[in-house]
Nanobody, 127 residues
Framework: EVQLQASGGGLVQAGGSLRLSCAAS????????IGWIRQAPGKDREVVSC????????YYAPSVEGRFTISTDNAKSTVYLEMNSLKLEDTGVYFC????????????????????WGQGTQVTVSS
């Protein structure tokens, strides 16, 4: 079974940067996708970024486009989310989640289709 371990959250001032890591294991297919989903206080979960192993394609939510970068280190089986120019509204719990098998990245811009979830890591952006 796919297992995901997110880390790297913390407290940062607005304008600062953080890098989140998601250690992934247990994939049974060469086609998989990993997403970063955040839950801000009082709001629904939002897919901020996702990556498809099928063709290396990525997705960014409009709210983070140009500020966040998703990347992978296959040797370490880890997916990163580099977050720059952080804003107060980036505060929330960040989860990494995955789909193991053929998928459509278009569908994975919503959090519902993700089958496997790691525990969240808290990101707090202060003024």
């Amino acid at each position: 079974e796919v297992q995901l371990q997110a880390s790297g959250g913390g407290l940062v001032q607005a304008g600062g940067s953080l890098r989140l890591s998601c250690a992934a294991s247990g994939f049974t297919s060469d086609d998989y996708a990993i997403g970063w989903i955040r839950q801000a206080p009082g709001k629904d979960r939002e897919v901020v970024s996702c990556f498809s192993s099928t063709d290396g394609s990525t997705y960014y939510a409009p709210s983070v486009e140009g500020r966040f970068t998703i990347s992978t280190d296959n040797a370490k089986s880890t997916v990163y989310l580099e977050m720059n120019s952080l804003k107060l509204e980036d505060t929330g719990v960040y989860f990494c989640a995955a789909v193991d098998g053929p998928h459509s990245l278009r569908i994975l811009t919503r959090w519902g289709p993700y089958d496997f979830w790691g525990q969240g890591t808290q990101v707090t952006v202060s003024s």
